[in-house]
């Protein structure tokens, strides 16, 4: 059971989920296993007085998997497994009753409600080959999925925006992979090559190689760098399903790229960790939304091309009279080659660390974001910081209960992308964990 309530505009999240495994050992070095779950976690996102509108989630999930393990000999082992999920999702959409832009309206009713039920179930496969230099996996997975997507709209939308009572859509895909990747490792040396091949029946197939390779320079260096095709399916409304206002594009390609990372990581004379990555991508048909002059709807479109170049850093030093510290920092630009623009984003992480191995410990951590929006009520150009305390209380040798405090944006800092969605200020949990 999880709860929480009102850290700010009505926001509060509950939870009730029930979930469980049971391994069998069969002969010949193999196991079943089954695990099965429920759960119904219950979400109001907030109040958003500026549109005058609340909304709520509702979600009851079911899902249930059998695997199955075997060592057929000593170098070869097959991995079979199959799954199947069940989800029905609803989005009320209420007046909130502030009379913002309606002086007429009623607090609680009814402005849209979104109704999902999903299904899916699938399996995968694969065998893996392994000796002292070389491990070889191939395997295929495949699945199969239907969403019913229901829409209902009050009679204040249906007045002031002129939608239909109620919209229905049942797009469903099925789809299979087969893949190989091969890791050969020759002394400090070791490459990764592979190869996956995805076919579905909306947006066709997909051939996606990859090669990876790490070089071990020393006791203290590594050095690593990669190359990988990869794709991104459109999403069912968008593809075949439609929605209120949203024309479904049957011809919606998927988004294609090329993804290229290189990186390195040491340790400076036994003092500090440091790992470095750069990266580039490049995708094609970027996936947008226009205006369909024919219906008035938006519509699902492939346009252009996109690059995204970045770098990621982290350093980190060794206890130092039980203090360490940490610091990482990661920048992404990306850039429109067809409309000429580019936005950059980047972000800070800081952490401090006592320890005394023993019975108390301390860390302040703190985070920064740079969004790169240029919107009206927005905030976020400041750190956020949390501080954590732990305290272990040795009562028996076998039971060791633990005090924990952890105070949340200690300094009542701002972050946020939207007027209505401000983050929480300063606030504290504190409690007791037992260990016996």
């Not at 059998?66 to 082992?77: F, G, N, Q, R, V």
């Not at 939304?289 to 996109?306: A, S």
């Not at 209505?420 to 504190?430: F, G, V």
Request: proline share 4%.
């Amino acid at each position: 059971r999880q709860d929480s309530n009102v850290l700010r505009e009505g926001r509060y999240f509950e939870n009730n989920s029930l979930y469980g495994k049971i391994d069998i050992p069969l002969p010949s070095d193999t196991k079943l296993s089954l695990t099965t779950g429920y759960s119904e976690p219950r979400i109001n996102t907030g109040d958003l007085p500026s549109s005058d509108l609340a909304t709520g989630l509702s979600t009851h999930v079911y899902f249930a998997t059998a695997s199955l393990a075997s060592a057929l000999t000593d170098d070869l082992s097959l991995e079979v497994s199959i799954y199947t999920l069940k989800r029905k999702s609803v989005i009320n959409t209420n007046i909130l009753g502030t009379g913002d832009w309606d002086p007429n309206e009623e607090a609680g009713e009814l402005f849209e409600q979104d109704v999902f039920k999903e299904k899916n179930e699938g399996g995968s496969g694969k065998l893996v080959w392994m000796s002292d230099m070389q491990t070889a996996v191939v395997g295929a997975e495949y699945s199969r999925g239907r969403l019913d997507n229901s829409i209902r709209t009050g009679e204040i939308m249906q007045t002031l925006y002129g939608s239909p009572e109620k919209v229905e859509t049942e797009p469903g895909i099925s789809k299979w992979a087969v893949f190989f990747n091969d890791t050969i490792s020759i002394n400090n040396f070791s490459v990764t090559p592979g190869i996956r091949y995805d076919k579905n029946n909306g947006s066709g197939d997909f051939i996606s190689p990859s090669l990876g390779a790490t070089y071990k320079v020393d006791s203290r260096t590594v050095i690593r760098a990669s190359v990988a095709r990869g794709f991104t399916s459109p999403s069912l409304p968008w593809m075949s399903g439609g929605a209120l206002w949203l024309d479904p594009n049957p011809d919606l390609k998927p988004e294609k790229v090329w993804s290229y990372h290189a990186g390195i990581e040491s340790t400076i004379q036994d003092y500090f960790r440091a790992g470095a990555t750069v990266f580039y991508h490049e995708m094609k048909n970027e996936m947008v939304y226009e205006l369909n002059p024919d219906t008035g709807n938006d519509i699902f479109i492939n346009r252009g091309k996109i690059k995204r170049n970045g770098t990621e850093i982290t350093v980190e030093t060794v206890p130092f009279y039980n203090v360490s510290g940490k610091a990482g920092f990661a920048y992404v630009r990306r850039t429109d080659i067809e409309e000429e623009t580019y936005n950059e984003k980047y972000s800070y992480n800081l952490s401090a660390r006592y320890d005394d191995k023993r019975s108390f410990s301390a860390q302040l951590d703190g985070r920064y974001f740079w969004w790169d929006y240029d919107f009206t009520g927005t905030k976020y150009n400041t750190f956020i910081w949390d501080l954590n305390l732990n305290k272990k209380i040795q009562i028996k040798e076998k039971i060791k209960p633990e005090i924990f405090l952890v105070a949340h944006n200690i300094f009542n800092a701002t972050r946020y992308s939207m007027e209505d969605r401000k983050n929480p200020r300063r606030w504290i949990e504190a409690g007791i964990r037992v260990s016996f």
